[in-house]
């Protein structure tokens, strides 16, 4: 069956532009997971839905990152006024129960 | 959730088994271990888990000692495909349990060679 999606695949953006990430998620899966990886190490969490619920967002490096998920599937993850440091792949991940299905992951880059 | 320790590296020749160590020594009684592994480009992968059984599907085995304070992914015949970042990671599972995020480390790139 499909996995998740994430699009686009890659991002390449100015200094102080915005930008917008999308997530499709496996379909029926409640929880929805963002996360941020930069070269070289591990994905770090960002946030965390249950449906249309943002229940963690604990993660998000600054008030520019903002994500949101209205009808419960399809989520996107909008980073304001990018910076050089929003450099890295942002990873979508959805998840049944126990373990979790990561997408491909779109890669910004800031110059 | 409990820190887990692995080694940065690692190789192994083709076609011969993979034993990916993990210590987890503070790990608690409710918290669960689990595998993951990252192909260079892709988003992570779900390998395994387990709590203190050992446990076995079709990509490996998860050993986990009586203590609980550490465990050896076993990947029985390694393919070049095989090649890859793995993370262990140990992590609260209550019901329902997706709900929680994952604290991943920097993991083990496993190099198998031809």
């Known amino acids: 069956g499909a996995g998740v999606s994430q699009s686009p695949r890659y991002k390449v953006a100015k200094r102080g532009q915005d930008v917008a990430l999308r997530c499709d998620p496996i379909s029926g899966h409640v929880s929805l997971f963002w996360y941020q990886q930069a070269l070289g190490q591990g994905p770090e969490f960002l946030t965390y839905?249950?449906?249309?619920?943002?229940?963690?967002k604990s993660g998000l490096p600054s008030d520019r990152f903002f994500a949101e998920r209205p009808e419960g599937s399809v989520s996107t993850l909008k980073i304001q006024r990018t910076q050089q440091e929003d450099s890295a792949v942002y990873l979508c991940?959805?998840?049944?129960?126990?373990?979790?299905?990561f997408g491909p992951g779109t890669r910004l880059t800031v110059t | 959730d409990a820190k887990t320790t692995q080694p940065p590296s690692m190789d192994c020749a083709e076609g011969r088994a993979a034993n990916l160590p993990c210590n987890h020594s503070?790990?608690?009684?409710?918290?669960?271990v689990y595998w993951y592994r990252q192909i260079h480009s892709q988003g992570p992968q779900y390998i395994i888990h387990?709590?203190?059984n050992n446990e076995t599907n079709e990509m490996a085995s998860l050993i986990i000692t009586e203590d609980r304070k550490s465990s050896t992914l076993i990947l029985p015949h390694a393919t070049l495909r095989d090649t890859a970042v793995y993370y262990c990671?140990?992590?609260?599972?209550?019901?329902?349990?997706?709900?929680?995020?994952?604290?991943f480390g920097k993991g083990t790139l496993l190099t198998v060679n031809p």
């Open positions: 991940a959805s998840s049944p129960l126990y373990e979790q299905y």
């Open positions: 990671i140990v992590r609260v599972a209550e019901r329902g349990g997706s709900n929680y995020k994952l604290t």
């Open positions: 387990g709590l203190k």
């Open positions: 503070t790990i608690s009684g409710n918290e669960y």
């Open positions: 839905f249950q449906n249309e619920a943002q229940l963690d």
